[in-house]
């Protein structure tokens, strides 16, 4: 089981979880919504829950809920700019098989 973030998002998160007093790292899991099932929720940690796994990419801990690991399990988040108004994370998740048309949502 893997989670990962590019070398952009990491120095990202890094630069956030730094303005964030209580953060020991990035908490990443997924959440019912949308027209096809699933969404990504990302926030802060600020703690490890007894049913969390953890991860370090690029110096990142990332703490994921057990219910959520079977969706995402491999994911790679990236940090994109498109432009000077638009950047935000992209998620590369290998478990999607469909995702709504507005990309808010995805099934596995």
Known sequence: MS???????????KNMLAKQQDAIGLRLGTKKAGCTG???VVDYA????????????HGVRIVVDAE??????????????????????????????????CGESFSV
Not at 3 to 10: F, K, S
Not at 81 to 98: A, S
């Open 68 to 101: 959520s690991l079977p969706r995402i399990d491999g994911l790679v988040v990236d940090f994109v700019k498109n432009n000077l108004l638009n950047e935000g994370f992209e998620f590369h998740n290998p478990n999607v098989k469909d995702s709504c048309g």
């Open 38 to 40: 699933f969404a990504y």
């Open 3 to 13: 989670i990962q973030l590019t070398q952009n998002a990491a120095a990202h998160v």
């Open 46 to 57: 600020d703690a490890i829950g007894e049913d969390d796994q953890v991860f370090e990419s």
